[in-house]
């Protein structure tokens, strides 16, 4: 077919003209009866336990008027620029060949844009490098190479963010579980097997604690992290800061960032940098965003799914059971693999109603708790679905199982 002139300026110039139309139906006050009305009394951030010390940096951005995106990534490059914090950025425990692959993405309320990167290896900053993707290109989603070219290109500094601490860990867990590891059948395949569990098997568990004890004392860590080493490898992290934020004229911005899970595969990107899931703002409704296990939320995307309950009027609590609940249904067939399965999510409403859930509710004495500063900064714990503990992965015999009891 030819397509002249006059006849595409006439094209374009109706389908124009249906998009407005399109759009003034969208905004019927019937579809929007349930958007929070009110404005905040006063601004909100919310955010995982390890941006604690970080919120009042972000609160003073919005205290003097600064956006709303600027606040968030005052918070979670706190984390990222932390060598010690070995869940994001420098210091991020790396994958299965020891290389560290960090995750984020973000969403600005007022603009409606997003940005996003995965796999990126060398750039410690990768929230500030998916704002970039977000600003700078007309893409939401750049990963591996592709990214970090553009980060160096964009002036972010090559740096290693294999600390000598988490390379030490690497090789315990590298030593310790080289038979254990992510290579499949996963928790959702009808292969999977439970671990055999007969015999006495907390003498073995005892033993094997033992053994890599002596293992760390070996590999040189230090004394006072040599039980937290371990952990990290019979319970691979897959630690995460999200952080989301609305000011006092209701504008919000929220934004995920990761070392991802622990020993994964090369090239795995997890539920961070996914928009939807990892993180997911709404300026008309709320922000939410999630730290766990990625592939269980990707699954449920976790974060539209609680903006979405939220606009059909959840309150931001209820939003968030919900999606925990759509993770319950995905295993309705074995409730057992739930032990596996560890969620939190962090929900704010526009209008500053906010929520901190998550699926195990964990040990007494270390309760699952969020951070949160309204002009008071603070930590609050958050609401479980089941009262106990998860469990790491691969899955080990000896490990103590928890019977799922629903709180509510
Ligand atoms: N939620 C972080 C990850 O699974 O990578």
């Not at 976790?302 to 993770?327: C, F, W, Y």
């Not at 032990?339 to 998550?358: E, F, H, N, P, T």
Request: charged letters at 25%.
């Amino acid at each position: 077919m030819k397509v002249t002139r006059r006849g595409f300026i006439a094209t374009t110039a109706i389908g124009g003209a249906s998009l407005a139309l399109d759009l003034k139906a969208q905004s019927k006050p019937g579809r929007a009866a349930a958007l929070p009305s009110a404005l905040p009394k006063k601004a909100v951030i919310i955010s995982a336990a390890n941006g604690y010390n970080y919120l009042d940096r972000g609160y003073a951005v919005l205290s003097s008027g600064g956006d709303t995106l600027d606040a968030v990534m005052q918070v979670i490059t706190g984390p990222e620029d932390d060598p010690n914090d070995d869940s994001v950025g420098l210091g991020g425990l790396p994958n299965e060949d020891c290389v560290v692959e960090l995750d984020a993405c973000c969403m600005h309320g007022p603009t409606r844009m997003a940005g996003s990167v995965a796999g990126v290896r060398d750039i410690k900053n990768v929230s500030l490098l998916a704002k970039t993707v977000m600003e700078h290109t007309g893409h939401v989603m750049l990963v591996g190479e592709g990214a970090q070219k553009f980060g160096f290109l964009m002036g972010f500094p090559k740096e290693n963010l294999l600390t000598e601490r988490s390379r030490k860990t690497w090789q315990l867990w590298r030593e310790t579980m080289s038979n254990d590891d992510w290579w499949g059948p996963g928790l959702a395949s009808p292969k999977f097997k439970f671990p055999d569990t007969a015999g006495n098997v907390s003498e073995f568990y005892d033993e094997r604690i033992e053994r890599m004890e002596k293992l760390a004392e070996k590999i040189g860590i230090a004394p006072e992290f040599r039980m937290a080493a371990i952990e990290r490898v019979l319970n691979p992290p897959s630690g995460t800061i999200h952080c989301s934020v609305v000011n006092e004229k209701g504008e919000m911005s929220g934004a995920t960032t990761t070392s991802g899970l622990a020993w994964k595969l090369a090239g795995r990107a997890g539920d961070s940098p996914i928009i939807g899931a990892g993180s997911y703002t709404d300026q008309d409704v709320g922000s939410a965003g999630a730290t766990g296990n990625g592939e269980e939320n990707i699954k449920v995307c976790g974060a539209h799914t609680i903006v979405e309950n939220m606009r059909r009027g959840m309150s931001p609590q209820e939003a968030g059971m919900d999606a925990l609940k759509r993770i319950v249904r995905n295993y309705e067939g074995t409730p057992e693999k739930l032990q596996y399965v560890d969620m939190s999510y962090y929900i704010l409403r526009k209008d500053g109603a906010y929520a901190g859930v998550c699926m195990w509710s964990g040990p007494p004495e270390h309760p699952r708790r969020f951070a949160v500063n309204d002009g008071t900064k603070r930590y609050e714990n958050a609401v479980a679905l089941y009262q106990g503990q998860s469990l790491g992965w691969p899955p080990m015999p000896g490990r103590k199982r928890l019977a799922p009891k629903q709180k509510k």
